[in-house]
């Protein structure tokens, strides 16, 4: 690469991440153009190269959590009636797959006393009947996430992206899941809730990849119990130790997911 291409890359990337800082205090739109997604994903990609910040994973995680809030405040569902309420909570029983830099945004939560004061030792064995249980297992069994205390959510501003898309419009189906019944019914989710999360997750994911970082999608519970016991867990990870080599994975992901990924790992490489 010539020292002129190298001098346009440097300000290709300049001004991504102008962009994106002021993308990240509007939201974005439910259909974002490329080149939004990708000034955002600099911004990200830029918080998990800081080397002297330990704690860069869980502040990309924050990133990209508060652009799904940002973005649904600013263009929120109009069309659509949610019908979750405060201490609906049947979602809360179901399987979990979140990011090694979630996992860590939400040990800091418990550590720091968040979680509605329970201590990091009672989250943990909260979480233990979860580790190992099989998605499929998870229907019906009545099994509750661990951060879930009197019907609400104890870390609800530190939720996970995938918790922020749980939207439900019709009660009775949710009802019917957590009971293990009617199984072949689908939960209609609010598509705006799900469009922003999926907006910012991608965001998340492609500076991860573009960071050399795997992007495989942890069991909650198994995952907390990880980053809150492994010592310097976070450090660790960002120094490129699979951590959490002994937690579930989800085996798949939506192929547009996927490809979107990709695509915004790649441009932010070449």
Known sequence: MSEATRQQRRREIRDRVKTGRQLLGKGLPLQPKTSEILAIAQVVKAKLGEADNPRRASEAAELAQTLAETSLAAR????????????????????????????????????????????ADAVRERGRALVGVSPEARIGGKLACPLLVDGGCSVYRFRPLVCRQATSLDVDVCIDEFEGRNLAARIPISGVHLQHASNAHITLLGAMRASGFATDALELAAALDTALTEPNAEARWLAGEDVFKNVSRQVTREARLEHAISHVAGALTA
Do not use: D, N, W
Request: net charge positive.
């Open 76 to 119: 929120p569902p109009t069309q659509q009636k949610i019908a979750c309420t405060r201490g609906c909570a049947y979602c809360c029983h179901t399987f979990v797959a979140i990011t090694p830099p979630e996992a860590f945004r939400l040990a800091a939560a418990v550590r720091s006393g968040q979680a509605a004061g329970m201590s």
